[in-house]
């Protein structure tokens, strides 16, 4: 069957009264000409990955890349089985289930939108408190590769050393119930425990999420969960499974009724569409120790100089989204693209990027950092990606953590300017106080935001008390050139508001 193949969408939606398709695998035929569809039969299809953390993100690109070599004849025992570990997966899990685990993405390009289905994904394990079918699921020889998407805050690593945080109540009980973890990770150790004894071998561990070495990372919290009950287990763990390195990048805004609708729009009843960018990016390690799909024909890279690719597109992309997104959600702007087209903030973008990040950016071997820069702008300012500012500035204490200090932290160290990112810290300081300047409340956005508005409330009248939350900021409090910075915008934003503070900045 070709990917554009079908009946005229008309008569198509007479034939189902309601004007939608609903998306099942008995209904693909029938879907309107002008959406693609899966051109494999998906009962011939065997797993091979399993993904942790299914969410849009993980749809919209993983899922993508292996749909698209099932498309090309290739690859038919990779196919992907969905898992997670929170109440929300079981309410995905069911969504995808009633639609046999198809997906409608709808790629939004300035110029115009189109859709495909894609079907790489045959299966959902049942959610469950302790974990069994997931282990169950793992340590079936038929899976190679576990990977994960579940938020940058999601590995138990402290935000300042980076180390593994062993005394988190999750990793204490996956310590002391190794066979009922509640944790992805503890689940894995599971698995591994009894692949090692049953003979079955090793997995690949691929981490799909916006961290430096999130291999590196992910190797860690595996390995030292594992140590805390079995160091045996953890030895054979980490001489034996590979957990590569990687970049992943495409725009991926939440699912809402107007996604939802704008499938609907193709004639698709879907209740979980996705849509996203024009523009996906993949660069992994080639370290794979039970195999791998050949990713490489459909345009993911694999590359010795990971970290290259993976600190242009965390400082310049990751960071220049709480660039954006933190001075639109203090002034009410709703949305990045909206955000783009504020001249104030996107002013701040280009003067931080320009002037204090992208100097310290090595380039990659396609790309120069202003290039990005400039690519960056662009991907942000397509008003059809409604990707919503509330939901960038979440998490913010992974999200500054991760990656805006780091960069702050090189400039201090190279005697680069600093003040535009001590800006974009005051301004998170100033949002987490929890009321915008238009006198709006900002709803709780981030697992530690009681303990941040507090401290938050507190700088208002003595700015240092943000920078004292040393679970955040380590030594950083102790940097006069950039606690200085910091002290004189928060005051300004307080006195004048963070448009005036925008203003000299850009002045300055």
Known sequence: MNGFAGKDPATTQIAHGSGLIQLTNSTLKEMPIQVRRPGYDRSRLTPGIVHIGLGNFHRAHQAWYVHRLLDEGRCNDWAIIGAGVREADAAQREKLQAQDYLTTLVELGPSGKSAEIIGSMIDFVEVEADNAALIRTLGDPAIRIVSLTVTEGGYYSAPVSGTFDAEHPDIIHDAQFPDRPRTAF????????????????PLTALSCDNLRGNGAILRQTVTSLAALADPNLADWIDKNCSFPNSVVDCIVPATSPKEIAIA???GIEDNAPVTHEKYRQWVIEDDFCAGRPCWERVGVVFSGSVHAHETMKIRILNAGHQIVACPG?????????DCMSHPLIHAFFRKVQNTEIAPLVEPVPEMAPHEYVDLVAERFS???IVDTTRRVVSDGSSRHTGFVLPILRDGLENGAPVQGLALLEAIWARLCE?????????EPNDANWIQLQLAARKARDRPLAWLEQQHLYGDLVNAPQFTAAFERWLSLIWSDGSRKALEVYLHD
């Open 434 to 442: 929890g009321v915008r300047e238009d006198g709006t409340t900002i």
């Open 329 to 337: 959600e203090l002034l009410s702007v709703a949305t990045i693209s």
């Open 382 to 384: 397509n008003p059809a």
């Open 264 to 266: 609907a729009s193709f």
């Open 186 to 201: 503890g689940a894995i150790v599971a698995a591994l425990r009894h692949r090692r004894d049953t003979g079955l071998g």
